[in-house]
């Protein structure tokens, strides 16, 4: 399957703060590009997606931002709190999703 | 409940042996995919049904790995002579759309872990 590369491994970060995670594809065909987010014993649930046809998308204190020339997109929690630690999962694909290897996220209090 | 189930939850089984996973997708749903899931990894592709026609089978590890869903809605998938490598989450997740995954949403259900002794 073609690589969704994502990094980093694991992050923390102290409450209000800002968290990136970032992704880069291979495959210029893709045009979706999903983050999902997965709690211990849940499974993953849609945060946020993306098309190329913009760089920016904003919902609340999530922002994805996209550079298609680069093949690479990335998560920003804006004033992260403690309920966000979970593992963060980037994806790309049209027909069926790649997922990353995903990013352990922990804020804390 | 509204979400996808899966059954069983837990399942362990002796190499060699048979299983099979049950996915029941969220009412209405047109698309049903099959994802694994290792330890501390991504969900990785298997396969995903449109309707009861398979769309796509190219993750299915081996001829061993197989899925059907006769009738549209539940979903089966099935290990035959299991191998310890085969130990895994799988997810099962479901779409409104029938696009392919690109299009809507994936609903995950909470999985069925396999462990083979």
């Known amino acids: 399957q073609q690589q969704v590369k994502q990094s980093p491994q694991s992050l923390i970060v102290q409450k209000g703060g800002i968290s990136i995670i970032n992704c880069a594809y291979e495959n210029t065909a893709f045009d979706y590009f999903p983050w999902y987010q997965q709690f211990p014993g849940k499974g993953p649930a849609l945060l946020i997606a993306?098309?190329?046809?913009?760089s920016e998308k904003k919902e609340g204190r999530f922002t994805i931002s996209f550079n298609k020339s680069a093949k690479q997109f990335s998560l920003h929690i804006m004033d992260s709190q403690p309920g966000d630690s979970a593992t963060y999962f980037c994806?790309?694909?049209?027909?069926?999703?790649?997922f990353g290897k995903g990013t352990k996220l922990t804020v804390n209090p | 409940g509204a979400g996808v189930s899966q059954s069983p939850r837990y399942k362990v089984t002796k190499r060699g042996q048979d299983v099979a996973l049950r996915c029941d997708p969220i009412s209405g749903h047109v698309s049903l995919y099959w994802y694994r899931q290792a330890l501390g990894q991504g969900p990785e592709f298997l396969t995903y049904f449109n309707y009861e026609a398979q769309q796509d089978k190219s993750g299915l590890p081996n001829d061993r790995f197989s899925a059907e869903r006769p009738e549209g809605s539940i979903s089966t998938l099935t290990i035959q002579r299991t191998e310890q490598r085969d130990s895994a989450m799988y997810r099962c997740a479901s779409s409104v759309s029938s696009g392919g995954a690109g299009t809507g949403e994936l609903f995950f259900g909470e999985g069925s872990r396999l462990t083979v002794l």
């Open positions: 994806a790309s694909g049209s027909e069926k999703l790649v």
């Open positions: 993306i098309r190329p046809d913009v």
